[in-house]
């Protein structure tokens, strides 16, 4: 689990979201801390901030320090602030908009979460009152080097409460075109493609695994449903390059359905 972990907070729902993912996600003896991002740094404001994150420390009844950080933009801060204490996850909230309920980050703090040095979750709208405990984790998988850490990683984070972990490869249609009179029909094709990608899951073990076919953006959202938390791997620099780029990851930031890890390549905890 995360043993250095930066959490955003706001004094709004989105921030106590946040906390309440990162005690979840964090190692018992994990360092946790609180972070304000102010734009400016009058003295009103810096007494205001302070007594936001004491209050919020104390609503949740959780050891952390407490830091002030000044920047333009909260995005911004939040990842200038992980770089410094080398944080291995920063957590954020989200607003209110959209079925996922943290659609909408924000243009300037999607831009600077983008490429962030560590682990990256997003907590769903609503988890500070409606999440105890994390007992369903799934991971998106298609046998990538990036989808087998984040199978380690949801492995490692159901340990402690026992709780299940379920995989999803999703099978689309590969980009070369399969022409010419010995080609199989397209359904036989697509059976073919789902029984294998099937077969390679049921290998998995200790996981609830299977396929479907389809876009990659819907069913992972769908998958969600079912879920408290998905994982998913990044093949770029920083766990959100593919998160805000790209039609899967871009459908997965509006709809996914439950709180998102998002992992740096190469990452473990």
């Known amino acids: 689990m995360f043993k250095n972990v930066l959490v955003g907070v706001d004094g709004?729902?989105?921030?106590?979201?946040?906390?309440?993912?990162?005690?979840?996600?964090?190692?018992p003896a994990a360092t946790l801390t609180l972070?304000?991002?102010?734009?400016t740094d009058t003295a009103e404001d810096l007494a205001?901030?302070?007594?936001?994150?004491?209050?919020?420390?104390?609503?949740?009844?959780?050891?952390?320090?407490?830091?002030?950080?000044?920047?333009?933009?909260?995005?911004?801060?939040?990842?200038?602030?992980?770089?410094?204490?080398?944080?291995?996850?920063?957590?954020?909230?989200?607003?209110?908009?959209?079925?996922?309920?943290?659609?909408?980050?924000g243009d300037?703090?999607?831009?600077?979460?983008?490429?962030?040095?560590?682990?990256?979750?997003?907590?769903?709208?609503?988890?500070?009152?409606?999440?105890?405990?994390?007992s369903n984790i799934g991971v998106a998988y298609n046998q990538s080097p990036e989808?087998?850490?984040?199978?380690?990683?949801?492995?490692?984070?159901?340990?402690?409460t026992s709780a299940t972990v379920h995989a999803l490869e999703v099978v689309s249609l590969p980009s070369v075109s399969y022409g010419g009179i010995m080609s199989p029909p397209m359904g036989e094709l697509?059976?073919?493609m789902v029984t294998?990608?099937?077969?390679?899951?049921?290998?998995?073990?200790?996981?609830?695994?299977?396929?479907?076919?389809?876009?990659?953006?819907?069913?992972?959202a769908r998958f969600g449903d079912e879920l408290d938390l998905l994982v998913v791997g990044s093949r770029g620099y920083g766990p959100l390059r593919r998160l805000v780029s790209g039609s899967t990851s871009n459908y997965l930031e509006r709809h996914a359905r439950c709180s998102l890890l998002v992992l740096p390549r190469g990452a473990n905890t």
């Open 35 to 39: 972070v304000f991002v102010l734009g």
């Open 48 to 105: 205001d901030s302070e007594e936001l994150l004491e209050r919020e420390r104390a609503s949740f009844d959780v050891e952390a320090e407490l830091l002030r950080v000044i920047s333009i933009a909260p995005g911004r801060g939040l990842h200038e602030q992980a770089e410094r204490q080398a944080a291995d996850l920063l957590v954020v909230g989200s607003c209110s908009h959209g079925t996922f309920g943290r659609a909408m980050l």
């Open 196 to 220: 294998e990608a099937s077969d390679r899951m049921k290998e998995l073990a200790d996981v609830d695994g299977r396929a479907v076919y389809g876009l990659a953006g819907e069913e992972l």
């Open 147 to 160: 989808s087998k850490s984040a199978l380690a990683v949801a492995r490692e984070l159901a340990a402690p």
């Open 12 to 27: 709004r729902q989105g921030g106590r979201d946040a906390i309440a993912l990162a005690r979840l996600l964090s190692d």
């Open 108 to 134: 300037d703090t999607r831009a600077a979460l983008n490429g962030a040095p560590c682990a990256v979750a997003v907590a769903s709208h609503g988890s500070a009152e409606h999440h105890t405990a994390i």
């Open 190 to 192: 697509i059976s073919g």
